[in-house]
Structures are given as C-alpha cells and as structure tokens.
C-alpha cells in the first residue's frame, strides 16, 4: 500500500515538472467539483420550468430576478440563469463525455486484446472491421446512429461510444502484439493459464499505459463530440441543455448584441476541453517510453 | 467572306447589347424548393418558384386580392358551373401557343402527382369536369355549388400539354418538362443550393427588371443576415426577429414587412393509441384515457397560455397574437373572437373538473429547422402549462423527421398558409373528418371528428353571397375553437430586407416573388 502511494507522490513530482499542466489539472478538478456541485452553486434550477419566467428573458449580466438572486452571466431566451444554465450544462457534457469514453475504452480494449491474442484468421477480421467503422466520417454515423434511435442522452453517448471504440481497439492491439511475444507470455502459456486470465491478468496491465492516455484525450472529443450534436439539434433535450445546445442557443442572437447566451458557455467548454488536453498531454509524455521529454 | 461576315455581326450585336448592361437579381431565400415540378408539393418555397416559370388562370396580388392571370374574365354559369375566358396570344417559353386544352390537361395532371408529399388535389375538390369550349374557353363543372373555385384555382400552376405528357417530376427538375408561360425561363435546378432563371421577354405581364435571377438557398437566419450585410444577395425573406433591429439600422439596407397569412398553432390528438405514449399522469403512471378528449383540458391548455408575451418575447413583435386561424382584415376574421386572455386559475379549476387536479405529463412537439423560433416558442408553453399542473416536456426534431412521425404526437407546434384566403382550408383540411372521397381532412392526423362542424363547413361553401358565406364560416370557426379544436398562437409577419435602391411590395402569403422586385 505505501510503495503504491510513493509511487503516486513519484508521479505527481514528475507531472508537476511542468506548469502548464499543473494549471490544466486544476483547471480539470475545479470543472469537476463545479459540476458536482451545481446543484448547490446555483442560484436556479435550469431544468425546472416552475423556476423559470419568460419575463426575465435575455436580461443583461447583473439584473435582478424576481426571486432574489442576481444574473451574474446574464439569462437566456427562456429565462434561464446563464449561471445555473453552465453549471448543469456542464454536468450534462462531462457525464456524456466520461461515460461515453470510459465505455468506449472498456469495450474497444477487450476487443483489440482479444483479437491479438486469438491471431490468425479471427483477427484480420476483427481488425477489418476496425478499419470499417474508422472509415466513415465520426459525425456521419453519429447523426446517423441518433436519427435511426431517436434523441435521449442514452443514445448520445451509445453513438459515441460506437464511433470511438476503434480507436482504443487499434492502439489495444497494437500494443498487445508486442508484448505477444514476450517471455512472460510464454511462460505463462506454458503454466496453461485461462484465456481469461490471459488476457486480464497478463495483456491488460502491460498495455495499459498507452491506454489510459488515449482515454484522457478522449474525454475530451467525446465532449466536443456531444457539443456538436447538440449544437445540430441531434443532442440533449431542448429544456435540459448541455453546453453545446447553449452555445447553440445564444448562436442566433450574436448578431444582435446578445452576446452572453452562447459567449460565456462557449468559455466554459473551451476551459474545460482545454484542461482536460493538457492533463493528457502530460500524461502522454510521461508514460510513453519514446517520449523524449520527462 | 463568311467568316467576316459572321465577325461583323457578331461585332454589331455586342455594340447594341452594350448600353443595356445585364441585370441581375441574387435573392436569399431559408427554404428549399424540393422541386421544379409545380404540382409536387404545396409549401412556399416550392410555390414561389412555379410562380415564377409557371403561371395559373388567376392571381393573387401582395395583399391577397384575386386578379386576372391567363384568365382574363370568369363567370358562374348556373349552380355548378364556371366559364373561364383566357388571355389571347399568351405563348409557351418553346414558343408553342397556349389554348384550352393546355388547362384541361393541368388540372387533370395537378390531382395526382406520383410521390407528392402534399399536393394540390385538395383544390381541385370541387371541380368534376374540364372541358375546353374552344381555344380560348374553359367550362368547368363542379360537384356542388362553389364559389370558391376562381380562388382556389390561383394555387394551381398551369404547365403545358405538350411538354408535360408523360413527363414526370425529374422531367421538370431536369428543365426538359418546365416549360411553362411565366415571367421566366428555366435555367438550372441544383436542390438545397441555388435556383436560376432568366428572363421571358415574350412575358404576356409586361417588362420585367432582371435579365438573369438567382434564388439562393440559405437555410440559417443568421446566414442571411450576413448576406445581406456583406452585399452577397440583394434580397432576404424571413430575417432573424433579433436581426431585424440591426438591419433597420444598417445603412444601405432597408426591411420591409406585412402581417402574413400563416398561423403558427397547436394542435392536440383527442384519440386514445399511439399519442398515448407522450401522456403520462401526474407521477409518471400510465392513464387509461386521453385527457385530450375532454374539451375542458382542451381549453384550459389554451387558457393557460399568455400569447401576447409569447409574441413579445420570443417573437419580438415579428409576429401577431391571436385566437383564431386568419389575421385581422382577412375574409371571415370576426373581430368578435378576441386574443385568449391567460387565467391560470380557471385554466387549473377546469382540470380538476374533467378530472385532472393534479394535472398529467406530456410531451410536445416541435419541429426546430422550419418555423422562426418555434422550440423557444413552445419552450415558453411548456413553462406556461407547467404552471396550471400540466407537466410539459418538449421535443424538438428536424422537419424531415418530425413530419414522418407526426401522427403519433400528443401535442405539436404546426403553421398553415391559409391558401385559400378564408377558414376553409384550416375547416376542410385540418379539421375535417379524415374522408377521401368528399375531400375532406386531407392533413387531418390528429383523428378530430366533428360531424356538426363538417355540416357546417360543407353548408358555407355552397353559398354565392359573400356576406352569407363569411357568417356561415365564422359561425363554424367559432364552433371549432370553442370546442378547443386548434390552439392558434399568432400569425407570422413576413418581412424582406434588401439592399437600398430596390422596392418589393410584402405578401401576405410569404412569397418572394423576382418579378415583383423592382428598382427604384
């Protein structure tokens, strides 16, 4: 148990070498704790129809509401608080965006494990059929997928984890063929180890670095993926908007001078996508051996 | 020698054409034409296109006025008769001349076009027998007495016999079937991207002012603004509500607008079955009924709402609040039907008296890519609703989509033209009990059933005399509404913004009309 915490305070010295992505993993906690906290953050529950008035649509940042608070971000066209509104928003876009990549992850890991181990035959097509769902277009099957099941949060992130999983499933493979060959593989097929225990105890934590690298950046496209449905109209229900169907929202208005209904959420995706990259950015550069800078 | 002679000539027409510098007009427009076919679907964008190549025995002018088209004179003939006298020398773009029969053929080819996703049938309802006098005469014999039917007619484009036999909708996408008498000729049909004509000079009208036209499909409001702004296009339609201020403010740019025609409401599926799926009672439990069957849950839908701050708010006065279908100064608006005014109280009592005291959940409807602001629109209803009980949730979905699933739905947000000028076509069509034979409820999805209504309606339009005819049709309007048949929201203005320099009189139909832009 210590050695393991030594080697997370190892690590934490080695990732604190740089700056940047100290500011990108502060930035990545208070996102989270902005999101977890929402409920208590904000002044309004955006989602709640009984909680909002018309009549205090499209007030400029800092007007009174009616029922006491103040519209630090302004409201939008329905009369949501911008505040709450990016508060919950952002809840909406980063259980979409962790779900969905953390079952991309899981699922396109087993496959590529699964399809180096058995070899042969059995792999090229498994692998043929990664090449098949990574040629088409991400945001064509995406629409397509969500214009054939119809709109709910639970098909946005099915859709993206359909058109994300290749990708884990390549670099899973990829890295499971080298590691194939190694001794300890060998020894223990020799022992004649389970497939099963092959596969989780052996393959699995060898190639796991490279991995979990693929999925820090992930979260974040499976985050801007969701933004993009939404802000197509193929997202999240209309009351219940995430950050992309909020930028959406405000989009018509820029013209017009209403700038604070899609400015400030496209601030907050921005912050957040960014963080999360320079977290896994680091990540990459210290967990992958050819990296040259430590 | 005759290379030279071809060199002069051509050097002649050059110096002659010269002084006339082309003129050409590039107009915006949001929706897409699915079509050049003028028969394949009855929508604005297609219409304003065949009004274009195509013309038909009567027009409307800007304001709604029936006026004379290919048909110079028409006159009833008895109970169910009409005689049409058409214009003399009118000729085919080809050249060809244009008769009777040319009409006779139309209104048999515009009943049923394969494929159309709505057509024009619902016009032609009345009409039993065409039959060509001679050249110049029309006869047309109707089922039932129907002064309606010179009105009507103005909806019906008349295209050739001799290009149109057998030729089908790719035939008139193509340009080799659009031939047609208009005020332009086909040039190029690219779906979704641009339209071209180019001017007919033999165009019985009169002079046009452009040589070559371009309808630009620009399907987003702000991408039409932007085009305007930055001299892309020389005309809009249907600009932002938010941008309407900044381009009344632009200098070189001048908006021009009219109370339209088309009413934005809701309507609700009074059946139990499919809807169902979209109603859930008060904690999410399954309810054996609809509630939508109760005229009082009807109404006090309709009472919770407060359309002045709809149209305030959201519509940013680019839009009229009203209680009924057709906006002030149209045939059979009754001054009498005032704007609903909100009462949440009444609206709540009247649940619990149908039996809903604690209201019930619904899902509403709404398409998002076709009507100006239409999901913050019903997002507004939604809080409204929500407030008398009524637990409201709203689905917004592409046009496409929305109008395959659109029988299904509890509640939806749906526009309608109003195309005949008077409450019929919300009476005939919308409203009237689903039968194909007598024509009636051709959009009619919701499964409403009326039989005293459909009396009535199949009562006013046998009468000649207008005044009769508008208090029958308002004495059934009124029956409709107080039966909480339609919810009608507001009317749509239509406005234009173009660039300084140019004049394009409003329709109330939402049409965009290039012959009926000029310069200055």
């Known amino acids: ?294 | 020698m005759k290379f030279r002679r071809i060199l002069y000539s051509a050097l002649c027409a050059a110096a002659l054409a010269a002084p006339v510098a082309a003129e050409d007009l590039t107009i915006g427009v949001g929706g897409t034409a699915t079509s050049i076919d003028p028969h394949f679907y009855n929508a604005s964008p297609n219409n304003s296109i065949a009004m274009q190549i195509f013309d038909r025995l009567t027009e409307r002018s800007a304001a709604g006025k029936l006026l004379p088209g290919l048909a110079e004179t028409w006159e009833p003939v008895g109970e169910t008769e009409w005689l049409f006298t058409l214009r003399e020398g009118v000729k085919w773009h080809d050249g060809v001349a244009f008769t009777a029969d040319d009409v006779v053929f139309t209104f048999d080819r515009a009943r049923d076009v394969p494929n159309s996703p709505g057509g024009f049938g619902g016009f032609l309802r009345a009409v039993a027998k065409v039959e060509a006098v001679d050249d110049r005469t029309v006869k047309i014999t109707t089922h039932a007495p129907s002064p309606n039917l010179p009105g009507d007619l103005a909806n019906i484009a008349i295209v050739s016999r001799h290009a149109g036999e057998g030729a089908d909708t790719t035939d008139y996408n193509s340009g080799k079937a659009a031939i047609g008498t208009g005020a332009f000729r086909f040039v190029e049909f690219r779906q979704g991207d641009q339209i071209r004509l180019e001017r007919n000079p033999d165009w019985w009208g009169g002079e046009v002012a452009w040589d070559n036209v371009t309808y630009r499909v620009i399907s987003s409001a702000g991408g039409r603004t932007t085009a305007i702004l930055a001299g892309d296009v020389d005309i809009i339609d249907t600009p932002a509500a938010a941008d309407i201020a900044r381009l009344q403010g632009t200098d070189g740019i001048k908006v021009t607008s009219t109370p339209g025609l088309r009413v934005i409401y809701l309507i609700s599926s009074p059946q139990t079955g499919a809807p169902m799926k979209f109603i859930r009672g008060p904690k999410g439990e399954e309810l054996a009924e609809n509630p939508l069957a109760d005229v009082r849950v009807r109404q006090a839908l309709s009472i919770a709402l407060n359309r002045e701050l709809i149209v305030d708010r959201i519509m940013e006065g680019t839009a009229k609040a009203s209680g009924q279908w057709l906006p002030e100064g149209a045939f059979s608006y009754s001054p009498d039907i005032a704007v609903p005014v909100q009462d949440l109280e009444k609206a709540k009592a009247l649940l619990a008296e149908a039996g809903y005291p604690d209201g019930f959940q619904l899902t509403v409807h709404v398409p998002n890519d076709r009507y100006p602001n239409a999901p913050a629109v019903v997002q507004a209803v939604a809080q409204m609703w929500t407030r008398i009980g009524v637990q409201t949730s709203v689905e917004a979905l592409p046009w496409t989509t929305y109008s395959a699933q659109m029988k299904d739905f509890a509640v939806k947000l749906v526009g309608l033209g109003n195309a005949t000028f008077d409450a019929s076509s919300m009476l005939i069509n919308v409203l009237g009990t689903a039968d194909k034979e007598r024509g009636l409820g051709a959009s009619n999805d919701t499964g409403y059933s009326n039989p005293k209504l459909d009396e009535m309606t199949a009562a006013a339009l046998t009468i000649y005399d207008d005044a009769e005819r508008e208090k029958a049709l308002i004495a059934a309007v009124k029956v409709a509404l107080d039966d909480g048949a339609v919810l009608p929201l507001y009317q749509q203005t239509n406005t234009w913004a173009m660039r300084a320099g140019l004049a394009y009189e409003p329709r109330i139909d939402e049409r965009t009309l290039a012959k009926d832009v000029k310069p200055e």
Request: net charge positive; charged share 15%; with cysteine.
């Open chain 1, 1 to 294: 148990m210590r050695s393991a915490f030594s080697a997370f305070f190892r690590f934490l010295r080695v990732y604190a070498r740089s700056p940047l992505a100290v500011i990108g993993l502060i930035g990545t906690v208070l996102v989270l704790l902005a999101a977890i906290f929402a409920p208590v953050l904000s002044p309004q529950n955006p989602y709640d129809l009984l909680q909002l008035d018309i009549l205090e649509s499209r007030l400029p940042p800092g007007e009174q509401a009616y029922a006491g608070f103040t519209f630090l971000l302004g409201s939008d066209g329905q009369g949501r608080d911008m505040v709450s509104a990016i508060l919950y928003g952002l809840r909406i876009s980063l259980i979409v965006g962790i779900g969905s990549a953390a079952l991309a992850f899981v699922l396109g890991t087993l496959f590529g494990l699964t399809a180096a181990y058995i070899g042969g035959r059995v792999e090229t097509f498994m692998m043929r059929l990664v090449d098949l769902q990574m040629s088409v277009p991400t945001i064509l099957s995406a629409l397509l997928i969500l214009a054939l099941l119809g709109k709910s949060i639970g098909n946005v992130v099915l859709a993206i984890v359909i058109v994300e999983w290749a990708t884990y499933a390549r670099t899973a493979r990829g890295t499971a063929l080298s590691q194939m060959r190694r001794d300890y593989v060998e020894a223990a097929k020799a022992l004649r180890m389970g497939h099963a225990n092959m596969i989780l105890r052996q393959l699995l934590p060898n190639c796991i670095s490279p991995l979990i690298v693929l999925l820090t950046m992930q979260i974040a496209r499976a985050i801007t993926l969701e933004a993009t449905l939404s802000f197509l109209g193929l997202g999240v229900p209309i009351t219940e908007p995430s950050l992309g169907l909020l930028i959406s929202n405000g989009y018509e208005l820029m013209l017009s001078g209403t700038y604070w209904v899609s400015l400030f959420p496209g601030i907050a995706l921005l912050v957040t996508i960014f963080s999360i990259n320079l977290v896994g950015d680091r990540m990459r550069q210290i967990l992958d051996p050819k990296a040259a800078q430590r």
